[in-house]
């Protein structure tokens, strides 16, 4: 993976078919995607139940681009070799996961994956200040994790924006997760955001038998975001 601050869009496939993962990958890929997100979530951490490592691998074929893992599970540490066995290009844990996030980080790295760090809604920017040199990429919960489709909380722009200051010019992607839509898009990308997860707003109407819904939706969003960075330079 190369560094770049490009608008990426990375759709999340809690809201894809989940009988038929492998094909929901390939024709978001093929729709325009930049990324590929994965919620991990273990119903303790946070109040729902998803997918584990053997899912990530039996997708892993069906991913050319980028497999994002947001892991919403406590404890982490546990299962980081597992999900990077699995094909994690990037394993994202929370700050508030666990009592040893630098920890958690350095197994990240040494597992060879790239290592994200997830801030909820209610953590402050000031929690990345002693972790700067340990990550890839902040993602920026823009809804209490847990479930899809909830509404956008505005409060985070800001601090996306103070994120995007704190950050410089390190090459740290800034990850938003929650609410994206071509609503929502514009105003983090322009605080600083460069990676929008996106679940029911790409994969809403489409199907694998009508993957050119899919490519609307993507452009929809990504387009939005362009218009507000041009408006902004």
């Not at 997100?37 to 053997?54: E, I, Q, R, S």
């Not at 994200?116 to 972790?131: C, F, K, R, S, V």
Request: charged content about 20%; aromatic content about 6%; glycine content about 10%.
């Amino acid at each position: 993976m190369t560094f770049d601050r490009n608008i990426k869009i990375a759709p999340s496939i809690l809201s894809a078919d989940f009988a038929n993962f492998g094909a929901e990958c390939q024709a978001i890929e093929s729709q325009g995607c930049d990324w590929v997100h994965v919620d991990v979530m273990d119903g303790h951490f946070v109040p729902n139940l998803t997918f584990g490592p053997a899912m990530c691998k039996a997708i892993r074929p069906h991913v050319r681009t980028v497999m994002d893992v947001h892991l919403m599970i406590a404890p982490v540490d546990p299962y980081i070799e597992a999900f990077a066995e699995a094909g994690a290009d990037i394993i994202t844990a929370h700050a508030e996961a666990g009592p040893h996030i630098h920890r958690t980080l350095q197994a990240i790295r040494t597992s060879g994956a790239k290592a994200g760090l997830a801030l909820n809604p209610g953590t402050p920017a000031e929690a990345i200040d002693y972790l700067l040199d340990m990550i890839d990429l902040v993602c920026v919960m823009t809804v209490n994790p847990g479930f899809g489709g909830q509404k956008f909380i505005h409060s985070q722009v800001e601090k996306v924006r103070t994120l995007r200051a704190r950050i410089g010019d390190r090459p740290i992607h800034i990850e938003i997760d929650g609410g994206v839509d071509p609503t929502t898009a514009p105003l983090v990308v322009e605080a600083g955001a460069d990676v929008l997860v996106a679940g029911s707003a790409v994969f809403k109407g489409g199907s694998v038998g009508k993957p050119e819904v899919y490519g609307e939706n993507i452009r929809a969003i990504r387009e939005a975001a362009a218009k507000a960075l041009r408006a902004a330079a």
